[in-house]
Nanobody, 123 residues
């Protein structure tokens, strides 16, 4: 089974950029769709972006991040990425990557989760 470890979070000023990485163990990485989710204090976990395991099935994004965030993956490196630009204070949250056997925007459809990485955007 795939295990996930996120990295790349930190403190950044509004308008800045960060790239999150999600390193996966296991040799079946390309079989999984990967999603990024986030959870701010006192709020429910919400969808950010997702990408299929292989082949093109589109890359859905939350409306709040469209045009600012880009999800990608490198199956040879078994790593997924979330490039975040023009960050806003409202992007502050713990960011999680997750794996699913099918492309989805719904957290409950993902059964493998990383531990999360904190992103804090100061105004």
């Amino acid at each position: 089974q795939v295990q996930l470890v996120e990295s790349g979070g930190g403190l950044v000023q509004a308008g800045g950029s960060l790239r999150l990485s999600c390193a996966a163990s296991g040799r079946t990485f390309s079989n999984y769709a990967m999603g990024w989710f986030r959870q701010a204090p006192g709020k429910e976990r919400e969808f950010v972006a997702a990408i299929a395991g292989s082949g093109w099935r589109g890359t859905p994004y939350a409306d709040s991040v469209k045009g600012r965030f880009t999800i990608s993956r490198d199956n040879a490196k078994t790593t997924a990425y979330l490039q975040m630009t023009n960050l806003k204070p409202e992007d502050t949250a713990v960011y999680y990557c997750a794996a699913s056997t099918s492309l989805s925007t719904i957290p409950n459809n993902y059964n493998i989760w990383g531990q999360g990485t904190q992103v804090t955007v100061s105004s």
